[in-house]
Each structure stands twice: as C-alpha cells, then as structure tokens.
C-alpha cells in the first residue's frame, strides 16, 4: 500500500513533466499546424535560464588559494553574499523560484521571435521541412547552450527550506516510510497549477475563444475578419513558455544539460500522439496515463514476471491506445492524418 | 599527410599475414632476419619524420566534457614527447627510455575523432584515422562499450589500441585482444578496494539494495561489489536494473524506502549516477535510519566530473577511483603541475589514464626501437613500471590489464574548491586487488595473437 | 522528367553507376577517397533509397526504419557466427528477415496514417531498441554489440575445412575479404542495383498508384480500390533496404550494435532523406552521403590542422579565423549540421536535388519548374 502510494506520487510527478511539454507542443500542432521539433530545446532553455541566473547572482570574486601550489586555484566568493551576507545568501538560495520570473519574459521573447522569424514562413511548407528546419533549429540550440555550459549537468538546489522531505505518511495515517520530497510536491502543484491557467484562460477569455475556433476552424474564423494570425503568434509564445517553466522548475529534480531537450523530445511526442492531436484535454490526461504506468511497471513485483517491461510500457501503451483509438484518446478526426 | 595510398598496403595485405603467421610459429630464430629485411607491418611510418597517434574521443553525448579532458592530456602527452613543455611524469617515469626527440626520433603528430559515444561512430572514426590518416596506435574513450568495439576494430586492422577510460571487467576479460592494453582499473578492483573499507565504516552487517545500469558495464560491476559485500557478511535486498539514461529515477528509489535495505549502491555512471545519487537525497535516503544504522549510499565508480555535476549531494559518500590529482607522489605531482600551467585546473583521472597510455606506448615502442605492433605488444607485457601517479604498476601479460593500487575516495564534507570534492580514504595496496587471468567474473575471453595488420 | 523516356534513365542509371564506381578518384579532393567512408556513402545511400521509395512515394513518414537497419545487421553478424564467413548468405538472410519484421510492423502500424503512422513505427523500433541494449541482451550484446568470437560455430565454414587459426575471421566473397576497397566495390555494386530496382519501381504502375496514394488516398479508395496491399508492400520493400544496408554494416565491419535501431538513427535516415530531396531518386543518396561526410570529416578537424589549412594567413589573421572555424569544425560539427539543414530548407525547398535543378535551370535558360512535378517533394500541407 505504502508502496503503491508513492509509485501513485512518481507517476503524478513525472505525468506533470510530460503533460507540460505536451501541452505546448499540442498548442502548437493544433493552432499552427506545425511539428516542431525544436520544443524539446524550449523546455532546456528554460532549464538554462535557472543556471544563468544562479551564475549572475553567483558571480564571484576570486580570492587566490594559497593551500593549493601546484598551480593557481583560486576560491570563488559570490560577490552579492559578500557585500550582503543575509540578505544576498537568501536571494542566492531562492535562486530557482526566482528564475521563474525572470523565465517569463525571456521564454516568451524566444517564443515570439522564433514564430516571426522562422515558424510562421512554415505554415504552408510540408511537414518534412518543418521537421528539418526545427530540427536544425534545436541542434543550433543545443551547441550554443553546450558551448557556454559544457556538456556535464549542472546541479541546481531547491531552496533549504523545501530541500527535505514531506511525511505523508504520518499526515494520512501510513507507516513512517511514505515520504516524498517537498520540491517534487511542489512541482506537482505546479504543473496543476499551470495546466488549469491554460485551460482557463483559453475557456474563459475571449482571446482564448478565438483561438480554440482557429484550432477548430482556422478559414472560417480568418473569413470572419479576426486576425488569427496574431493570435497564434500569441499563443506561441505562450506555449513556449509553458515549456520554459516546466525546465526551471525541474532543475532540481534533475541537474540540466544541454541535451535534456532531446531526452524529453521523443516521449513528448508520443505523449501528444497518444492524446490524441490538436486535443489539450488528451495531451494532459496522456502525460499523467503514461507517467502513471511508467511508475507503476518499474516495480520489482512487475519486473520479476515481465522483464524490462519498464522500458518499452511507454511505447506499448501507445500502441496499443493507437490501434484501440484510432486518434488517440481524444483527437478529432483529419488533423494531421495525410 | 593524408595523401597516402590506401590499395597497396590492402592488396598486399594476404600475403604479409601470411609471412607475419610464419613468423609467429618459428619464432625467435627469424626475429632478426626479420629486421634486417625490414619488416613490413600497417601504417608504417618507414623513413618518414613523423608518426601519427589517433586519439579517439567522445566530443558529443553525455561525455564530452570528460572527451575533452582526455584530449587535452593527449595534447600534453605529445608536448612533452616532443620535448616541449616541462617533460610532465617523463620525469618520474621508471625505467624510461623516453628522450623528449618524440619516438625513435620521430615526431609526434596526432589527428582526433569523435566517437559520440556509440559503438558504430567511434569505429567509424577509428578506421578513418587507421585509412586515412595512417595512424600506429588508436588511444581513448570514455565508456565501455566504445573501448571493447574499438579494441575490436584495431585487433582486426592491426594496429595498437590503448583503451582510455573503461572499468567493466569485459574490457580485459572475455572480449580482451592481444592488441589492447587498458591502464585502466576495473569493477573487480573497485570491489575487492572498496569491501574492506565498508567493513571498516559501516560494519559486517549491512543490506543492501542495488540500482544497476542495464547494460554490460552495470552488470559486471553489480556483480562484483555484491561478491566483495557478501565476502564481508553483507547481504544483499534486491538487485533492480535500470534503463540507461531514465533522467528520473524517482520509481526506482522509492521502493528503496520500504525494502528494509539500509544501504544504497548506484551503479550507475555519467548521468545516470549525477540524477540518481542527487534524487536518492531528495528522497531523504541519507537522513534515514533503517534497523537502528544510518542509511548509507555507495557509489562503486567515482569521478570527479561526476561529482561536479551532483555537487552537494556526493558529501560523505565513498567510491573507487583510479587516480586523483591531490596524491602527493612525485609522478602525480608533476602531471598536476604542468597540467595546471597548461589549463589552469587540475587533470580528471580520465584525462591521467590517457596520458599515461601514451607515455606507456612510446616507452614501449623505444624500448622495442620499432612501431611493430607485436613487438609492441611483446614490450608492454610484463612491463613493469613506477612513478606515473599509482605506484609500482604491471602490464599483465595474460590479460594485457594493469595491476596496481585502487584508490578509495570520498565526497569531503568542506571543499575548498570546485575541485577539491573528493579525499582519498585509502591506497588499497595491489595485491588485495588482484586476481588470476581465468577468475571467473572475467572467463570466456581469450587474447588470441597479435596482428600486425600487413 | 514527368515524360521522362526509357532513355533518359538509362543515361541516368549509368552515369549514377559510373559516378559511384569512381569514387575513389573524385572524393580524393574532398579527403573522403578512404575505403570506410565510402563503403558509408554507399550503405546509407541504399538505406535512403529504400526509405524513400515508402516516405517519398507515399508520403507515409516512417520514424522506425533504423529497427530494419539494426534487424539486418544482427541476422548478418549471427550469419557469420554460425554459418559461414561468406556475405552473400548474410545478405540474403537479412534482406528476408527484415523483410518479415517490416510486414509485421508494416502490417499493424499501417491501420493509421498520418501522424499516428509516424509514432506507431517510432514506438515499435524504440521498443526493439530498448529491449536489444537490455533484456535480449543474449541475442544481441547489448551495448557492446554482437562480435565475432574465436569460439564460433561457422559450420558451413568448418564443414569446407576453413579455419582461420587463433585470429578471427574476417568477412569475404568468396576468397575476396570484404574490408578496405573491395568492401567498397561490393558496397557500391549492391548500392547501383538497388538504384536501378528503385527506378523500375518509381516508373512502374506499382509505382504510380503509391504516388497516386500519396496525392489522394481517399479519392484512391473511392474508386473501389483497396490501397492497403500497396501500402504494405512498399512498407516490406523499404525494410527490405534497410535490412540490406544493415547487412552491408556488418559485412565491412562484422559487429552489430543496438544504438543503430536508436530514434536518432531513424531520424537520420529522415533527415537524408529530406536533406537530398524526398521523392527524387539521387536525392536521399546525396543528402546520405553529406550527413555521413560532415559526420566524419568535419569532426576531425582540431586547431592543429586548421593552423595548417590556414598557415597562408597573417599571424593575427590566422588567429582569428582558426578561432571562428574552429566553432563550426571538431565538437562544434553538430552546429555545421544544424546550420546545413535549417539553410537548405530555407533556401531550397525540395532539398538539394531542388537546388541542383534551380542551377540546372539557370544554364538551360529555362525558369525553373515548379514543385508540381512527379519527383520532388510535395508532402500536402496540412
């Protein structure tokens, strides 16, 4: 029981990372129609967003080090703990809900500029070239972040305070085993928080409106003298940075490096698929459905009778929902299926 | 350079095989005339000035910082052959016959490749520097798999290949070659180093529960720590594999909490071991306490690229290393000093093991005063050496792997740098760490004979 | 070449023939004439072929091609193992294997199209993937790759009296060994057959009602045609290839490893594929042969040979350029890459073959076609 809790708990989290890469990918397969495989490089650029502002709040004086002789080490002192030791060290530990704010802007800058500046001479052009344009566009990515970063991760603390464990256990009345960590409940109520953000502000407010008939009917509503195409620019840059915050707040859980974008991408994809395409409601239920079953199918009770099944359930699920579901869980029928 | 002519060394190839076979079997009587005649052997540098060195190195992937560590070393290494530089462990290095004129006076150049980590790449780039840039000796890697399809590949073409960085026992064990050397520790070592010191610190009465990587490397060293725990008493939970690259490995820490186990071992390296070991302690693993003990976390291989990447988290933590650049023999020293002029940091142990290889096989060629591979080959065997950074070492002659002391290290608790995450605990002398060519955990293999690719 | 006679693609089957057979002498300039890099040329010239005659034909994007490719080498290595060293049962086995792995997959996955099509073939390859690097392990030898070994069985080989002695094997036709130039030539002579059969296919009725399935499936259907077999069969055709170039890995160089079945090894196969030109016969040859080239040679270049490259320059000059192209060459060739695909389908929609067509045009002073004609690339929009 208290097992089944806590694996319950990985899928939710994990489910959570997935639903929010999905949801920006879907918004952008439905609304513009493009597959865009750079937005596996969104997510790590978010991600990176939290590194650079740890370096800038980090940037340090180097004091020589005079134990070490073989050749000059120096010890990096952060300049803002230096000059303001409470204050700076609490801003230098913060540094990850920080980044959220400073993500916002940044992601949506990259959002809208990749959509004016490249996606939107797209739209009307095959798959296959959006496929290699994005393509590119992600490799360019990576090399830039990998020229200035490196290749090893780079570890990311969750704040002190939020850096232990909760007891669920002893909340719900289990054994003293159920705990889970404070970050990643807080990553959870994240992504719900965010995913329910989009919804509603794609259900309630006229923008919103607009955009879901373009995704519906993108003639119909450009006849009807709205320009959609603004829209979508809009929504874009939303989705991109959907993507971003979901990689700030993940730096935590895992150390960011340049090529996490790509780790993320293929399974992103499926996720999509296997919700169905143009459907945000699908995209999030198959985040949660496959992170979920991935949880569930590590445990050593299920890989004792089926072997390494943990490490294709992913691309079993989807299979068999595709030939179950001929559009996933819940597409509609003709997008994206010439 | 580049220019050569491939179709006369292929053509003949048939023939000069053959000869070389000959050789082999009437041994010692023709080894002179051999020389008089002037033996023919692939990519053989004959009258000209130079001779080219292939360094093979993963520039892309999850392992390219630690590639260009070990370029870097080999750049060095060929300073200093070439008697620029301060000479680095050339001048500890005992016995040497290394002149600082490059070897058997001729200079040393060197073209590089990427290997990106996968089998089918670094072979690719393998054979390019063996066609096309006519190299004696191909050098490098950063994982396992790429060392053992390399080493392949040189064995087949016939030249020398000095494995980089590789710890499953597979390397020297059922896929050893006669044309491979590995300096190198392995997963054997890293238990039989490791088992007495967890003796020491946690006792004869521990469970443990394993992570393990699923592939070839993971399963060699799971199944030597889990030999070396046992031998002390310990027993062990449960062995789960793990998918290579999973990023969140929370579903498989979590079962950890309730098994009863009360010691965690990571085999896992690269990204794997920075995700699991930082998530492992998110999940308050360290801050546990299971049958009245602390919970401990180990992590068999440790580097100190690794431990960068999962910074706090490895505090107190023990594993094995083959080299760290805060040992105070002179041979370390020197390699740290003229690294340290020449970067401005200190060398990983990746980057000391590739420096040491080639060191070692321009030794060897002098000492054979020919490129020859089998006369190489026949140099390095049994060679005895010191003074390169792991004390009095060997070159097996049965297995081609080296046998020297393995070092136990842990993550200090107040680092002085964001190099200094490492203290070595203990210098497990050579003995304790050696086994016999046909142990079991390394059977199955066989060297066969060494070619000369002519 | 809509009107393209029997002619005109003789004259381009023999010039493509030639062209191939004379690698050695015209790649000497572009430091490529090594026997490796060609026996590449070739094999992954044959892999685009045979994926492009199901994705340029039909427009179905399969993203799981490389479980063929990695299938194909895998029979072949075990072909070694245990049959004989000769490569012509190695090839035959792998081209019939992968051949029923792709019904199989062809069979299931092609109940949907479109996208749903993609990710079905993705999920099947990434799932053999997954489970050849882990659980079969014994079959394949995971990470390390299936080897030869001194203790193999080669029964056929045993049986003819061939023993090799305490050194492995190597591969052969016949008595030729299959590694360095020959290796090539036997490369280059499979990758010219497989073109020609590309050809006879693309001009054959066959032919012509996969691309009528790609131009309109439905209005296919409506006429009371049934356009799945046609489907499945290009699908098998396709996997055919691939398994046939998987088979050429292992016969160069006898080892199979399970990262050929990798996502990234299918997308890559994509990527050639569009990189030269979806739909056109020399296209994917052409953008397989770039990729492979910018793999190897551009990734070798370190600042010691491009000081060399540019030793012509002023000191300061020379600084300054080797530090700007060094970003572009050695572990910055991926940037290459990225820049390479993202300008070619900026500038040439249609890939290279769109762009050698647009030249082509220039000197024959006629306007360039547009891009309705029956060779190039036209995926509907969605």
Not at chain 2, 48 to 72: I, K
Not at chain 3, 57 to 65: D, I, Q, R, V
Not at chain 3, 275 to 281: C, R
Request: net charge neutral; glycine share 12%; with cysteine.
């Amino acid at each position: 029981m208290d097992a089944l809790i806590l694996q319950l708990l990985n899928g939710l989290d994990k489910g959570g990372a997935y639903a929010l890469i999905a949801l920006g990918l879907t918004l952008v397969f439905g609304t513009l129609g493009v597959v865009n495989f750079a937005h596996g490089a969104i997510f790590m650029i978010g991600a990176f967003c939290a590194v650079t502002l740890r370096k800038i709040l980090t940037i340090s004086t180097q004091v020589r080090d005079e134990s070490i002789t073989l050749f000059e080490a120096y010890k990096e002192v952060p300049i803002l703990e230096a000059k303001y030791p409470v204050v700076g060290s609490i801003i230098v530990d913060y540094s990850v809900p920080l980044a959220i704010i400073a993500a916002i802007p940044v992601m949506l800058a990259l959002g809208l500029l990749m959509e004016r500046g490249l996606i939107r001479h797209f739209y009307k052009r095959p798959h296959a070239d959006q496929i290699l344009v994005t393509f590119g566009l992600a490799i360019i990515c990576q090399e830039i972040i990998r020229h200035y970063f490196g290749a090893n991760p780079i570890p990311q603390a969750a704040p002190a305070i939020v850096a232990g464990s909760a007891n669920i256990g002893a909340f719900l009345g289990l054994g003293d085993n159920v705990v889970y960590p404070w970050w990643r409940l807080i990553y959870l109520l994240f992504s719900f928080i965010v995913i329910a953000g989009v919804f509603a502000f794609l259900q309630f407010t006229t923008f919103g409106m607009v955009v879901r008939a373009g995704m519906q009917d993108r003639e119909m509503v450009g006849l009807l003298g709205i320009d959609i195409q603004r829209r979508f620019t809009i929504v874009f840059g939303l989705a991109s940075v959907v993507a971003g915050l979901a990689g700030v707040m993940y730096t935590p859980i895992l150390p960011p490096d340049y090529h996490m974008g790509m780790d993320f991408l293929v399974l992103s994809f499926v996720v999509v698929v296997v919700g169905g395409m143009g459907s945000l409601g699908g995209a999030v239920l198959a985040g949660f459905l496959l992170g979920i079953l991935q949880s569930f199918a590590s445990m050593n009770e299920i890989k004792s009778i089926v072997p390494g099944i943990d490490q294709i359930i992913i691309y079993l699920v989807a299979v068999v929902v595709l030939l179950v579901r001929p559009r996933g869980l819940m597409g509609r029928k003709g997008v994206m299926e010439d | 350079m580049s220019k050569k002519i491939i179709t006369n060394v292929w053509s003949r190839r048939d023939v000069l095989k053959a000869s070389a076979a000959t050789t082999a079997i009437t041994g010692a009587p023709l080894f002179f005339s051999r020389h008089a005649y002037g033996a023919d052997f692939l990519n053989n540098p004959g009258d000209s000035g130079v001779v080219t060195l292939g360094f093979n190195v993963p520039q892309s992937g999850a392992y390219a910082d630690e590639g260009a560590d070990e370029l870097r070393a080999y750049k060095l290494a060929v300073k200093h052959l070439n008697g620029e530089g301060d000479g680095g462990m050339m001048n500890t290095m005992q016995p040497s016959e290394l002149k600082g004129n490059g070897i058997l006076g001729k200079k040393v150049e060197y073209v590089t490749g990427d290997t990106q980590t996968k089998s089918d790449a670094a072979r690719a780039s393998a054979k390019r520097m063996i066609e096309k840039d006519g190299v004696v000796m191909v050098t490098g890697g950063s994982s396992s798999g790429v060392a053992v399809a390399v080493q392949g590949l040189c064995q087949d073409a016939g030249i020398i290949f000095m494995a980089g960085l590789t710890h499953s026992n597979d390397t020297t064990g059922k896929d050893k070659k006669a044309n491979g050397f590995r300096h190198f520790f392995n997963a054997y070592m890293s238990g039989a180093a490791l088992g007495p010191v967890l003796e020491k610190n946690y006792g004869n009465d521990r469970r443990a529960y394993h992570l393990t990587a699923d592939y070839t490397w993971g399963w060699t060293q799971e199944e030597s720590i889990i030999a070396s725990t046992e031998a002390i008493g310990w027993t062990t939970v449960e062995k789960v594999k793990t998918p290579v690259g999973a990023g969140d490995f929370s579903q498989y820490i979590t079962p950890v909490l309730n098994s009863g186990a009360d010691t965690l071992i990571l085999n896992h390296y690269g990204k794997d071991m920075i995700n699991s070991l930082t998530q492992a302690i998110q999940f308050g693993l360290k801050d546990k306490q299971v049958n009245g003990k602390n919970f401990e976390i180990v992590v068999p291989l440790y580097s100190r690229l690794m431990a960068q990447g999962a910074g706090e988290n490895v505090k107190g933590i023990f594993g094995s290393t083959n080299w760290h650049w805060s040992l105070s023999d002179a041979g370390s020293q020197a390699f740290v000093k003229s690294f340290g002029q020449e970067y401005g940091f200190p060398p990983s142990q990746a980057a000391h093991t590739c420096y040491v290889q080639t060191l070692l096989y321009a030794d060897a060629c002098e000492r054979a005063g020919t490129f020859e591979p089998c006369e190489v080959v026949s140099a390095l065997e049994g060679h005895k050496f010191d003074g390169l950074g792991n004390g009095p070492t060997e070159y097996r002659a049965g297995d081609h792997q080296c046998f020297k002391d393995v070092l136990v290290v842990k993550g200090k608790e107040n680092p002085s740098s964001q190099f200094d995450l490492l203290e070595v605990v203990e210098v497990t002398p050579r003995a304790q760490v050696e086994y016999p060519v046909d142990h079991p955990m390394f059977a199955g293999g066989d060297l066969g004979t060494c070619n000369n690719g002519a | 070449m809509t009107k393209s006679s029997a002619t005109s693609d003789w004259v381009l089957f023999i010039a493509f023939a030639a062209a191939v057979l004379t690698m050695p002498i015209w790649l000497a300039p572009f430091g490529a004439n090594y026997p490796d890099l060609m026996q590449k040329f070739a094999i992954f010239g044959v892999f685009a072929i045979g994926f492009n005659i199901l994705f340029g034909l039909t427009g179905y994007l399969s993203f799981g091609h490389a479980a063929f490719l990695g299938v194909g080498s895998y029979t072949a290595v075990w072909s070694f193992k245990l049959l004989t060293m000769n490569v012509l049962p190695a090839v035959l086995f792998s081209i019939v294997v992968a051949g029923l792995f792709a019904f199989l997959i062809g069979f299931i996955s092609l109940r949907r199209s479109g996208i749903y099509f993609s990710i079905l073939t993705l999920a099947f390859a990434q799932m053999s993937y997954n489970l050849a690097y882990s659980v079969l392990t014994p079959i394949t030898n995971g990470e390390t790759g299936l080897q030869l070994s001194l203790s193999d069985a080669r029964v056929l080989d045993a049986m003819a009296g061939i023993s090799t002695g305490r050194s492995l094997p190597s591969t052969s036709l016949f008595g030729v060994k299959m590694s360095g130039l020959p290796g090539f030539y036997f490369c280059a002579v499979v990758l010219i057959i497989g073109f020609f059969i590309a050809l006879r296919i693309t001009r054959s009725p066959f032919g012509t009602m996969l691309r009528g399935i790609k131009s309109n499936q439905t209005r296919m259907s409506y006429t009371g045609l049934n356009t799945r077999p046609y489907l499945i069969w290009a699908f098998v055709i396709s996997g055919m290839y691939a398994g046939l170039a998987g088979s050429l890995l292992a016969v160069t160089d006898p080892l199979a490893g399970a990262e050929r079945m990798q996502w990234t090894a299918s997308g890559e196969v994509v990527l050639m594929t569009i990189l030269g030109g979806a739909g056109t016969l020399l296209g994917p040859v052409l953008g397989a042969a770039l990729i492979k080239y910018f793999e190897n040679i551009f990734s070798a270049f370190n600042q010691g040979t491009l000081n060399q490259i540019f030793d012509a320059l002023p000191d300061g000059l020379q600084n300054i350029v080797v530090e700007v192209v060094s970003l572009f060459v050695g572990d910055g060739w991926h940037l290459t890459l990225g820049l390479l695909f993202m300008i070619t389908v900026i500038f040439l929609p249609g890939g290279i073959m769109e762009g050698m067509r647009r030249i082509g045009g220039l000197f024959t002073r006629k306007k360039p076609q547009p891009t309705s004609s029956s060779t190039t690339a036209v995926v509907d929009p969605s």
